[in-house]
């Protein structure tokens, strides 16, 4: 199953929750970040954007996202080296899941451009996570990411995303609340898988 939702919507929560319901859970978030630690990675992107991007050779991301939210081009290019490195990681990560005896009870993968990146197709079944704009804005804002407005206008709408996706849960109560919801989620995609 493919997991998304926008900048502070609870994706993460929501796979936490999920892993605790028995699934085996990815983040291509997390991917990212260990692909950083990667010296092929680090010299490409200090060769792109100079050595400010990785101080004393270790990345700083908030670097790494001024420079890349600085203009499309930039963006891109960063998208184009990550991604099928990232891909490489998820398709490993389903095919365990897949061999795993006995199977969990899902295996969900965490991706913020799930739809915008056309990854759809590849899972099963989707779920949007939302959440009230004002709640959504003040959680995101608390993270302290860099060009937070540049990554929003990069994605769809919440609105959106719930639209196309298979299942849409409103993360707008506490944490068990979102858990309870993600389990008839799962439960409505096994039933439907059959398994
Ligand atoms: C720009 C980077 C360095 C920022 O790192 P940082 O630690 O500040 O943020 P983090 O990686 O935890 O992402 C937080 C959120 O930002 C948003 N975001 C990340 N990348 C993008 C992007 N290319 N476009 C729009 N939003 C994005 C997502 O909502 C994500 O959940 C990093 O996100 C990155 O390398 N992004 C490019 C790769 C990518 O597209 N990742 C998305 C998943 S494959
Ligand atoms: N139902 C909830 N009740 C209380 N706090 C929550 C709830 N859902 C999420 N949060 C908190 O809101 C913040 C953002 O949530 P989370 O990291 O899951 O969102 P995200 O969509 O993964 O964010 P990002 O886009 O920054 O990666 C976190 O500090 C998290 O603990």
Do not use: C
Not at 64 to 77: D, G, I, L, T
Not at 107 to 119: D, N, S
């Amino acid at each position: 199953m493919g997991l998304t939702g926008g900048l502070g919507a609870g994706k993460s929560t929501a796979l936490a929750a999920l892993q605790r319901l028995g699934a085996v859970t990815l983040s291509t978030d997390a991917v990212v970040h260990e692909l950083y630690a990667d010296d092929e990675v680090r010299d490409l992107v200090v060769q792109r954007w100079g050595p400010e991007v990785a101080p004393d050779g270790v990345v700083d991301r908030q670097a790494v996202a001024r420079a890349a939210f600085a203009a499309p081009e930039e963006r891109q290019w960063l998208e184009q080296l990550l991604w099928p490195r990232v891909g490489a990681r998820v398709v490993a990560f389903r095919q365990a899941a897949q061999d795993a005896d006995p199977p969990p009870v899902a295996a969900v993968v965490e991706t913020p451009l799930l739809f915008e990146a056309g990854m759809e197709g590849a899972y099963d079944a989707t779920v949007a996570i939302t959440a009230p704009e004002e709640v959504r804005a003040a959680r995101a804002a608390a993270r302290g990411h860099a060009a937070v407005d540049e990554r929003a206008s990069r994605q769809l709408t919440q609105e959106e995303k719930a639209a196309r996706a298979t299942h849409h849960v409103v993360n707008d109560g506490d944490v068990a609340q979102l858990e309870d919801r993600l389990a008839a989620v799962l439960a409505a995609v096994t039933a439907a898988s059959g398994a």
